[in-house]
């Protein structure tokens, strides 16, 4: 483990190392590091944690719990990013007509942690927020943004700031059978399925259904699978219930060589023809496995990119605002050197 390091309240340690699993995932905010080590205790709850590969950081945090076993020499920590605070704290507010970015200020502000990046501002919120958490309540402020712009939100920690990062940006990376996949795996369910809502409003005290949306042909196959959604002022009601729809749910995973690209949030490209997984992927959960000489990813793939999404008790109005470009944050040259044409990019 020569390229790995890790800094504990800036102190370097290196060849200590018998195994180190660094993860994330798209839903919920925190990346995790655990560390199993030889020799001497190195850390103490609350130290600050710097992990690195290559001489690139790839994770700030802080020691959560630490642990050693009587019988053996190993000692085991692990450590989440600042994000963890957003949902280790609760708050009682109430906004009226703030801006996310606004809201997101408050919350970090209090917390003492650093805000990042975050997208323009294209909507006002206004919602009470009792005993709810620092994640939610920023959430809850992006996903009334999301139902204006269809764009999606996740909120993360880099380099010990929080960002508001719009998921699906394509990375440099391409997995294929022929060299850098060891095993996969693909499966297919209906235990989540939703084909039809139902949309209604109260007025007087009374119930008003208003309309229904469907998946006809999920429901001529698999049954009724029914949800309702209330009827919201400005918002565009119909593209909200189709949102709610959700047909098959596939999955997949992949276990292949290790590389530090491959986080959630990103697209990757993938060639696997014994699965038929061909084309760009979503990565929904990544857990990357460092451990003697040898680094493993284990990925779990999305098929529909959506967003996590929290509902507070008031609605809200949005504002009339100019698209806002988002740039790449990455290249993507070997997937269109792979998939030159005619591939869909979801």
Not at 269 to 295: A, C, N
Request: proline share 1%; net charge neutral.
């Amino acid at each position: 483990m020569e390229k790995l390091k890790i800094y504990v309240n800036g102190k370097e340690y290196k060849n200590i190392f018998t195994r180190v699993i660094w993860s994330g995932a798209i839903h919920g905010t925190a990346r995790k590091l655990e560390v199993e080590y030889l020799g001497d205790i190195i850390t103490n709850i609350g130290d600050g944690i710097v992990f690195s590969y290559e001489d690139e950081k790839l994770f700030h945090g802080k020691v959560f719990q630490h642990s050693r076993k009587g019988e053996t020499e190993i000692k085991n920590f692990y450590a989440y990013d600042n994000s963890i605070y957003l949902n280790k704290n609760n708050f009682v507010k109430n906004f009226f007509q703030k801006k996310p970015s606004e809201i997101l200020k408050e919350i970090c502000g209090e917390l003492n942690l650093k805000v990042g990046k975050f997208p323009k501002d294209e909507v006002t919120c206004t919602y009470p927020a009792i005993d709810r958490s620092g994640y939610e309540i920023i959430l809850n402020a992006y996903t009334i943004q999301h139902r204006k712009n269809k764009k999606i939100y996740s909120i993360v920690s880099n380099e010990q700031a929080i960002d508001i990062v719009e998921q699906g940006t394509y990375t440099d990376v391409l997995l294929t059978s022929a060299d850098n996949i060891s095993t996969s795996s693909y499966e297919e369910s209906i235990e989540n399925m939703i084909n039809q809502i139902v949309i209604y409003k109260v007025e007087n005290e009374k119930q008003q259904i208003l309309n229904k949306v469907e998946n006809a042909e999920d429901k001529k196959k698999f049954g009724l699978f029914q949800q309702v959604m209330e009827y919201e002022k400005d918002v565009d009601n119909i593209a909200n219930a189709k949102d709610m729809l959700k047909s098959v749910e596939k999955s997949a995973r992949i276990y292949c060589l290790g590389n530090i690209l491959i986080q959630a949030g990103y697209n990757i490209g993938i060639q696997e023809p014994h699965t038929g997984l061909i084309g760009s992927f979503l990565v929904k959960s990544d857990t990357h496995i460092f451990e003697g000489e040898t680094y493993f990813c284990n990925i779990e793939l999305a098929f529909e990119n959506v967003m996590d999404k929290v509902q507070f008790e008031n609605k809200e109005k949005a504002k009339k605002s100019k698209k806002q470009k988002v740039k790449k944050a990455k290249k993507k040259d070997k997937i269109d050197e792979l998939f030159s044409e005619g591939w869909d990019k979801k």
